[in-house]
């Protein structure tokens, strides 16, 4: 039977968590006459929830990763793996380094973020992000530490949740080392509360985590400068550090300052309350790349609630209808890992740590990823027609992507 050609051309850039979110619900219940398409570099897409999980040896490197084809093809949409570097506001067309350009109709943007380099000397330190990238500097780091047998000293710049996970992880991966006394993990954060954005009595918690597996504090410490041989304050204090981990506040994408989309002092763009792209209400953004959404924190949880409300209002706006606001979700509880076995949940003010908190955390994390990976493909027809499609238009999967 012949299929009638979609009207509408809607393309996502980036494979961040509200993309993830937005086509597992468009494989539910997809919306006729549009032609789905999502861009990536990479052919995975890693759940940073579980990075810190990962570097405690909690989970494989491949169980944390959400399968991008696969899920494209649950959803019915194309998947083409390529950088997108340019967006022309005028021809409504993404630019794909070595691709012909791809028009669109509705454009969302979920690119993510990259750590901060506006640090001076951030190029002696290892970033976080991307974690395909990290994950294979913390691979080396290990091998090195277990070779060499020599005193290392390793810190972690960022006092935040995802910091202070990152330097349990380290902590708890490098266990015998670090009792030894062979190496000595320092957290460092400008403010003075850590982690910073939790109550009191989980802050309390976690200053006995963090003794418990020996990482020393650093508060009120605002790095002014990475060297070869350590880390120097704002106040001329310095930390000697053989390896500084950067997990600072993010940075934009630089090439989004090119599009011409209206962004703020940082480089994000700023949306309206639709998550609409205040200079372009045709183009959608979510996650980390976003402006304008404060005091609402950065996070994969927020992420995914902006993925769900991206899909119903692209399908919305396709229809001419009206657009839902966003409003984030109430999260009464938070789970804070301590390594692979304890973790501290949260709620309200109240805070209480241990393992069943961690087994928990790693089931609700498993099984995110799993819903994804796990959706149900289509009948075996709408299989050959989508895989045709892509093979036109993408690029083939390779046999062992990078995060």
Known sequence: MHKQAPSQDVVLIGGGHGHLELLRRWAESPAAGVR??????????????????????LYPHSEIHIDLPRLCRAAGARFIQACAHHIDLERNCVSLL?????????LSLAVGATSCHQIPGAEHAIPVKPIGQFYRYWEQLQ?????????????????????????????????????????????????????SGYPLLARRLAARELARLKIRLHTRWQVSEIT???????????????????CT??????????????????????????LRARSHPHIFAAGDVVSGLQPYPKSAAEARNQ?????????????????????PQRRWSRLLACGPTQAIATCGALAAAGPAFARWKSYLERRFVQRINQL?????????????????????????PSA
Do not use: C
Request: proline share 9%; aromatic share 6%.
């Open 36 to 57: 789905l398409t999502l861009v990536s570099p990479q052919t995975v897409s890693a759940y940073s929830p579980m990075v810190p999980g990962m570097i405690a040896g």
């Open 98 to 106: 070595g691709r012909a350009d791809l028009p669109f109709d509705y």
């Open 143 to 195: 091998q090195q530490i277990q070779r060499e047998h020599r005193p290392m000293k390793l810190g972690v710049v960022g006092g935040g949740a995802g910091g202070f996970e990152l330097a349990m992880a380290m902590a708890s991966a490098l266990e015998e080392p670090v009792y030894s006394g062979r190496v000595e993990i320092h957290l460092v954060q400008a403010g003075h509360k850590i982690p």
């Open 228 to 246: 070869a041989r350590g880390i120097f304050s704002d106040a001329g204090q310095f930390i000697p550090i053989d390896k500084a981990l950067l």
């Open 249 to 274: 506040e993010p940075s934009a994408p630089p090439w989004l300052t090119q599009a011409g989309l209206a962004v703020d002092d940082g480089g994000f763009i700023q949306v309206d309350k639709y």
């Open 307 to 327: 993925g769900s409300l991206l899909y119903d209002n692209l399908r919305a706006a396709l229809q001419a209808e009206p657009l839902t606001p966003y409003r």
């Open 376 to 400: 149900p493909l289509p009948a075996s027809e709408n299989i050959s027609d989508t895989s045709t499609a892509a093979t036109a238009n993408a690029t083939p999967v390779e046999n062992e």
